[in-house]
């Protein structure tokens, strides 16, 4: 075994460090025994030939593991594999949409009214009138009436009244005439929405006035009646009122002037369904 000897040994704490002495202390000096390195032990480490050749690179081991002309040319990107995969015009073509397919897929006419809701499907189906007022009376419908032909045998629709304006078909109105020498106060009956009243001609005091009982079952006491004075006699000659009840009202006539009139006069009105909550 090599004995290694320090080139310098320190003696204690109270010897002085010097550079001299740093510097022997990076010499130190190695003893080697005459039978401690020999040629079998340098032969058994040495890097001879043999232990390099089967480590080699060599020409075969290339050949065994190159990229070979053929492998090459199996994977390389050719003109041919370009074309069979580029967007050219005969494969847009094969996928466009054409003219046929949009006209037989487009929104028409004639699709859109085989789709409305129009009144022979509203009345052929489960959809009922009884359905339609339950809606109409929560305000979400404002519809008009006349008889007419076809599946209801009625014909309700909504209000343009930019065009129409808010009212009556003919058939929700009607008249009644008192008649003659019966008196303004003579009660009468008519059960419509709108329509005409025509008073007896009977004399009328001056500032006095006369009440009639009207029968309507369409009227109801949260109603509201709008009368006018139409023809008969002078306009601004009387006042005229009605007080709604349930299925009846009262009409109220004044004289307004200082003499007796005995005027025939007609009356319009519509009733105007109202509520209280």
Request: aromatic share 4%.
């Amino acid at each position: 075994m090599p004995t290694v000897t320090p080139g310098y040994t320190f003696t204690g704490t109270t010897d002085p460090i010097t550079s001299t002495k740093l510097n022997l202390l990076s010499t130190p000096s190695v003893t080697i025994g005459n039978s401690e390195v020999v040629t079998a032990t340098i032969s058994d480490n040495a890097v001879t030939t043999a232990k390099i050749a089967p480590l080699a690179v060599t020409t075969a081991k290339i050949a065994a593991l190159a990229v070979t002309s053929a492998e090459l040319a199996a994977n390389a990107v050719t003109t041919a594999k370009i074309n069979a995969l580029a967007v050219t015009t005969a494969k847009i073509n094969a996928l466009a949409v054409t003219s046929a397919e949009l006209a037989a897929s487009a929104v028409t006419t004639a699709k859109i009214n085989d789709l409305a809701i129009n009144a022979a499907k509203i009345f052929g189906g489960s959809v009922t009138l009884d359905k339609l007022f339950t809606v109409a009376s929560n305000n979400l419908l404002i519809a008009r009436y006349t008889p007419v032909a076809g599946p209801s045998a009625e014909d309700f629709q909504l209000l343009d009244t930019t065009v129409t304006g808010l009212g009556f078909y003919s058939g929700a109105g009607g008249e009644v005439i008192q008649g003659p020498g019966s008196g303004k106060g003579t009660t009468f009956t008519l059960n419509k929405m709108c329509g005409e009243i025509t008073t007896d001609g009977a004399v009328l005091n001056a500032a006095t006035i006369v009440s009639a009982t009207w029968n309507n079952s369409l009227i109801a006491a949260t109603d509201v009646v709008i009368i006018n004075h139409k023809s008969g006699g002078t306009m601004g000659s009387y006042t005229i009122n009605v007080a709604c009840g349930a299925g009846t009202a009262t009409l109220s006539i004044r004289n307004n002037t200082a003499g007796n009139l005995s005027d025939t006069l007609v009356l319009n009105f519509v009733v105007i369904k109202g509520v209280t909550s």
